[in-house]
């Protein structure tokens, strides 16, 4: 069953940062778009960040842009979310998965379990 396995979450301060891993098993990713959502407790999934097949179109929702950066390496099938002056309300469980591309309303696809990010002091 392909999947994505996300990793890298943990609990950190405010101002700190965090590398999250977003790998695929059992399928290429270099012909899929790649979206980084999160979610919270009690609140709506939210899209974070998405990439373009080859990296080279991106997107940030307007709550993480200019701190966190999406990247991918195809030829390792994984994807990143470098995130950077994380704040408490950037706590929630971040999961990826593939699209055919970022335009909003694209299905995404091959959902992982999701990886715990926890911004307190």
């Known amino acids: 069953q392909p999947q994505f396995v996300e990793s890298g979450g943990g609990l950190v301060q405010p101002g700190g940062s965090l590398r999250l891993s977003c790998a695929s098993s059992g399928f290429r990713l270099d012909t899929l778009a790649i979206g980084w959502f999160r979610q919270d407790p009690g609140k709506e999934r939210e899209r974070v960040s998405c990439a373009s097949s080859s990296g080279v179109s991106t997107y940030y929702a307007a709550s993480v842009e200019g701190r966190f950066t999406i990247s991918r390496d195809n030829a390792k099938n994984t994807v990143y979310l470098q995130m950077n002056s994380l704040k408490p309300e950037d706590t929630g469980v971040y999961y990826c998965?593939?699209?055919?591309?970022?335009?909003?309303?694209?299905?995404?696809?091959?959902w992982g379990q999701g990886t715990q990010v926890t911004v307190s002091s």
């Open positions: 998965a593939a699209a055919p591309s970022c335009r909003t309303g694209s299905l995404y696809n091959y």
